[in-house]
């Protein structure tokens, strides 16, 4: 049957291609029998015809339409993408403004803690560590990052907002990430490197929310990115490994794609295709594991982690000979104590190794200062928490930047909070010290206290964050949750 054929039959009918929820009655074919064949779908639309054909199948339309062909007496929009209503974008979490033909998505995305470090990149450009890591990725319930990406016909360049402000949506990394994710679509689409459907020409608008301090050491860039990478997988329709694909924005988002317990392998390969992140243990492997973020400041740090990364591999020796000797056989330790629950073996490793990140950006010249003071009252504090029971009840670790992460089992958790609150007490200033998941009351021994609360600092610290491992990215369902507006703009924005 030819389009005009077809369109006889269909004359006076308002229809589309597909059977997607919401879509109306439909009519496709040809079909090939056994799969997924190509598909022929008409629309009648103000006393015009769209014909629109591209991969799929009866029961279900393919991610997108791959092209809108321009017929005499047809008019044709030429929309790709999930915007007319089929693809991943519109089944969960994703919404189409029909009129105005706008596709967004919004995802959230978590934060993860190294307690292996990575610090140091062979490829500055594909950004390729120097040394394999292993990272907890915290739960989202307390910290996460909230990001809507949207495309549309009528956006006229890249936008990026984030936490509010409009930021350089041009930047080298994020438009690396956007090229990959396109590149990925298009091979999944089957159009080769040249015959891209039109939606993956439309521009892009990304908002981007935190719900934590931006740039004070709590890896607010990992979240990021991986939030930014799943947030635009979802909407062009890729599936499969995006690890690498976020590694590309920066380096420790790769191990924020996943959930629980998470090794990013260093890998051989020059074209970085083999250093991916791969789950070690899912979140509900340790029920008993606890975290306890301990915020100092808030402020940016002074030293960037790309900027202070790259003059550590130019000057320190130190550095070279704990990528090549040490951290191999600690990654290996590391995997051994999480796969056995060895709280006391996770424990020591994880202070020993923040403690040689940190002599390493001493080794590095001019020095990188990460640490103040308070954070290293939190260390000795640590260590006279640990001396008094005899055994390792909580561990340490400081990434670039003040802040604490200590790692505790359930039934420590309230015991040392109060043994942090006696020698940090907080200001009277009516926040809330305490904030997260529950803590409960503890009543300290006066030989804790008089062994391990010397000299209290008062205010010192802002608050502490209760959390746990959490899983990896999630997609919204709820349209309210958007970041962006049915024009494409911030909500609350004039």
């Given at each position: 049957?030819?389009?005009?054929?077809?369109?006889?039959?269909?004359?006076?009918?308002?229809?589309?291609?597909g059977r997607e929820p919401g879509a109306g009655l439909g009519r496709v074919l040809?079909?090939?029998?056994?799969?997924?064949?190509?598909?022929?779908?008409?629309?009648?639309?103000?006393?015009?015809?769209?014909?629109?054909?591209?991969?799929?199948?009866?029961?279900?339309?393919?991610?997108?339409?791959?092209?809108?062909?321009?017929?005499?007496?047809?008019?044709?929009?030429?929309?790709?993408?999930?915007?007319?209503?089929?693809?991943?974008?519109?089944?969960?979490?994703?919404?189409?403004a029909e009129d105005k033909a706008v596709t967004m998505v919004t995802c959230t995305a978590p934060v993860n803690m190294a307690v292996i470090k990575y610090w140091g990149k062979r490829d500055s450009e594909l950004i390729l560590p120097i040394n394999s890591s292993l990272s907890v990725t915290l739960h989202q319930?307390?910290?996460?990052?909230?990001?809507?990406?949207?495309?549309?016909?009528?956006?006229?360049?890249?936008?990026?907002?984030?936490?509010?402000?409009?930021?350089d949506a041009g930047h080298p990394r994020l438009q690396a990430c956007l090229r990959e994710v396109r590149r990925l679509a298009r091979k999944r689409r089957g159009g080769g490197t040249d015959a891209a459907p039109l939606s993956l020409a439309y521009k892009v608008h990304v908002a981007s929310e935190n719900n934590f301090p931006t740039a004070a050491g709590l890896a607010s860039s990992a979240a990021g990115y991986a939030c930014l990478v799943f947030a635009l997988a979802r909407l062009y329709g890729v599936e499969g490994e995006l690890s690498e694909v976020a590694r590309q924005g920066s380096g420790s988002a790769?191990?924020?794609?996943?959930?629980?317990?998470?090794?990013?392998h260093r890998g051989e390969r020059p074209d970085g295709k083999d250093s991916v992140a791969q789950q070690v243990a899912p979140e509900t492997h340790w029920p008993?594991?606890?975290?306890?973020?301990?915020?100092?400041?808030?402020?940016?740090?002074?030293v960037g982690s790309t900027a202070g990364m790259q003059t550590s591999v130019?000057?320190?020796?130190?550095?070279?000979?704990?990528?090549?000797?040490l951290v191999p056989e600690r990654i290996a330790c590391m995997v051994r104590h999480i796969r056995e629950r060895d709280f006391e073996g996770f424990g020591q490793l994880t202070m020993r190794d923040s403690n040689q990140f940190h002599a390493t950006c001493l080794d590095t010249f001019p020095p990188i200062f990460y640490l103040n003071d308070v954070s290293r009252r939190i260390i000795a504090l640590a260590h006279r928490y640990n001396a008094h029971h005899g055994c390792t009840k909580v561990a340490y670790t400081f990434d670039a930047g003040p802040n604490a992460v200590i790692f505790a089992l359930a039934d420590t958790v309230a015991e040392f909070v109060e043994v942090v609150r006696r020698s940090f007490p907080p200001a009277p200033n009516g926040d809330q010290f305490v904030r997260g998941l529950p803590v409960?009351?503890?009543?300290?021994?006066?030989?804790?206290?008089?062994?391990?609360?010397?000299?209290?600092?008062?205010?010192?610290?802002?608050?502490?964050?209760?959390?746990?491992?959490?899983p990896g990215p999630q997609l919204l369902d709820d349209p309210s949750q958007h970041l962006l507006g049915a024009d494409g703009l911030p909500r609350g924005s004039a």
């Open positions: 049957m030819g389009w005009r054929q077809l369109a006889t039959v269909l004359r006076g009918a308002d229809t589309w291609a040809p079909r090939r029998r056994g799969g997924p064949g190509p598909f022929w779908g008409v629309r009648s639309r103000l006393g015009g015809w769209d014909l629109f054909w591209g991969p799929g199948s009866a029961r279900r339309p393919g991610p997108a339409w791959g092209h809108a062909e321009r017929l005499s007496g047809c008019r044709h929009p030429a929309r790709a993408g999930a915007a007319w209503g089929s693809g991943p974008a519109r089944e969960r979490g994703g919404t189409m319930d307390q910290l996460k990052t909230t990001t809507t990406a949207a495309i549309s016909r009528d956006f006229k360049e890249d936008r990026l907002w984030l936490n509010g402000e409009e930021a790769c191990r924020s794609m996943f959930g629980g317990f998470v090794q990013w008993e594991l606890r975290v306890l973020v301990l915020v100092v400041s808030a402020e940016k740090k002074p130019d000057t320190s020796p130190l550095l070279k000979h704990r990528a090549e000797a409960g009351s503890a009543s300290l021994p006066e030989e804790l206290l008089s062994a391990v609360v010397l000299e209290p600092v008062p205010g010192a610290i802002r608050y502490i964050l209760h959390t746990k491992p959490g």
